[in-house]
């Protein structure tokens, strides 16, 4: 196991799902963590407190990331609070299902800004804590949805393939400065994000109806996926652990896709809605 111990790591969006396992990972492997939230202070707390269990430092900030002033002072209280930002994951995000002619100017405003400029605002803030010190990993969380478009998901796919753009834009620039960026492109993760389109499922598709949430679960994961389950939020955790460690020194610019195999099936996320 790659160790983090000595390093400081802000995390967004990370009171629940893949930002809470991060969180904890890295937590785990001794890196202090900043855990980001914007609505859900009870559950960033808890995380903050378990992660602590492992020894290290663990604080909360409220922001929203979507506003460049609160990304900043997301930025400088960890500096402050840490001392550092060595490691900073963009995680914060939302997912609204909406077809083309349903997406409204604010929808679209919506995720646009919290998907894809909330990414650009922290890491412009971050980066020059990493520079001075020579030495960053950014790891910016996407999705399938980013590398191939689904219908029902058209702003939620331009902004996580804007991110994908981004962290290869950042690559570029921050390389002559020791610093790595990448990015992590999750499938259906078993998370309340996930579980939300299984939900749906069994609302709206008759192949679905009358189904439990575990049976459900199961029999969509066995059409639109090789392994036959969902990603756990602790597999994509480990991924970007292991990105923000030494050992991924020579990792920069790269797009890793987390799936249990469901791009390779073809399907559409959304098909049987």
Request: glycine content about 10%; charged content about 20%; proline content about 3%.
């Amino acid at each position: 196991m790659a160790s983090l111990a000595g390093r400081a790591a802000l995390i967004t969006g990370g009171s629940r799902g893949i930002g809470r396992a991060v969180a904890l990972e890295l937590a785990r492997r001794g890196a202090d963590v900043v855990v980001g939230f914007r609505r859900h202070g009870e559950e960033a707390r808890e995380v903050a407190q378990q992660a602590e269990s492992y020894g290290v430092k663990a604080i909360t900030v409220k922001a929203d990331v979507s506003n460049p002033s609160e990304a900043a002072y997301l930025v400088e209280t960890a500096k402050k609070e840490l001392g550092s930002i060595d490691i900073l994951v963009n995680n914060a995000g939302q997912g609204i299902a909406a077809p083309l002619l349903s997406t409204d100017n604010e929808l679209w405003r919506r995720m646009i800004e919290t998907d894809l400029s909330g990414v650009f605002y922290v890491s412009r803030e971050a980066a020059p804590h990493m520079i001075a010190r020579r030495w960053g990993r950014i790891i910016n969380i996407s999705s399938i949805a980013g590398v191939r478009a689904t219908p029902g998901l058209g702003a939620y796919s331009a902004a996580k393939a804007g991110v994908i753009a981004l962290t290869q834009t950042l690559a570029a620039e921050l390389a002559p400065h020791n610093i790595t960026a990448n990015a992590v492109c999750p499938g259906v993760v078993e998370t309340k994000m996930g579980l939300s389109l299984i939900e749906l499922l069994r609302r709206v598709s008759p192949s679905y109806a009358g189904l439990g949430l575990e049976e459900a679960k199961s029999r969509w994961a066995s059409r639109h996926t090789l392994l036959g389950r969902l990603v756990k939020p602790e597999e994509v955790a480990a991924l970007v652990a292991f990105l923000a460690s030494e050992e991924a020194g020579a990792i920069t610019g790269q797009t890793f896709i987390i799936d249990a195999g469901q791009l390779l099936v073809g399907g559409k996320m959304l098909e049987e809605l």
